[in-house]
């Protein structure tokens, strides 16, 4: 298993300005995953943190909007840059870990954002 | 079309009543998930299933691979209970995760 930590929990933020989001494993992992769950909406995928190297990014999410950083394998941080009303929900950051041949995902405490 | 559908959205529920939350998908997996979000946001893992049926305390779920359909069986529902129920799943030919857009569930004193 994984235990995350995740800060901050929440945030009131003004557009324009940016946010940075921490998320802390109590292992090493070798990738960690960042998703937006918008409201009323299911969890999207908006990158996968690969350690010493730069983040994937899935179809419709950009570097420039949501830069990552992932200097460890216990650590990793999601920026959510110039941000707009539309930015509001919440963030998790998500880690994998193989069960013997499943797949389970543990995730943080999420960080609810919201834009005003 | 989402790969993966629950039902229902929304449900509302007297302490002690039994509830069903269904969950199906289009997709091939290796594993289904259900989880359970607080209201602040952070999800917890109840299930990871490939086949049959699995029991915690007063939660059960079970799935019907091929019928790609699962259900989470909640008995003597307690306020407690009461978040958004979300089902997942593992696809073993995408390698990555399908979300279902949650239940939730309030349970009534």
């Known amino acids: 298993s994984a235990v995350i930590s995740q800060k901050p929990s929440r945030d009131i933020c003004q557009r324009g300005t940016s946010l940075t989001i921490q998320c802390q494993v109590d292992?090493?992992?070798?990738?960690m995953f960042w998703y937006r769950q918008q409201p009323g909406q299911s969890l999207t995928l908006i990158a996968t943190?690969?350690?010493?190297?730069?983040?994937?990014?899935e179809s419709g999410f950009v570097i420039d909007k949501f830069p990552i950083s992932r200097p460890n394998l216990t650590f990793s941080t999601l920026t959510v840059s110039n941000m707009s009303p539309e930015d509001s929900s919440i963030y998790l950051c998500?880690?994998?870990?193989?069960?013997?041949?499943?797949?389970?995902?543990?995730f943080g405490q999420g960080t609810r954002l919201t834009v005003v | 079309k989402n790969e993966v559908e629950q039902s229902p959205q929304n449900l509302t529920a007297q302490e002690g009543e039994f509830i069903t939350i269904n969950c199906s998908y289009s997709?091939?997996?290796?594993?289904l998930h259900w989880l359970q979000q607080h209201p602040g946001g952070g999800i917890v893992s109840l299930f990871m299933?490939?086949?049959g049926k699995k029991k915690h305390g007063r939660l059960i779920a079970t799935i019907n691979i091929q019928e790609k359909h699962s259900s989470l069986h909640i008995t003597a529902s307690h306020p407690r209970d009461s978040a958004v129920y979300i089902c997942?799943?593992?696809?073993?030919?995408?390698?990555?995760?399908?979300f279902g857009t949650g239940t939730s569930l309030t349970v009534i004193p």
């Open positions: 299933l490939s086949s």
């Open positions: 997709v091939g997996i290796s594993a």
């Open positions: 943190a690969n350690q010493g190297s730069e983040a994937t990014y």
């Open positions: 292992s090493q992992v070798t990738m």
């Open positions: 998500s880690v994998q870990t193989l069960d013997w041949e499943d797949t389970e995902a543990f």
């Open positions: 997942a799943v593992y696809s073993n030919t995408g390698n990555q995760f399908y």
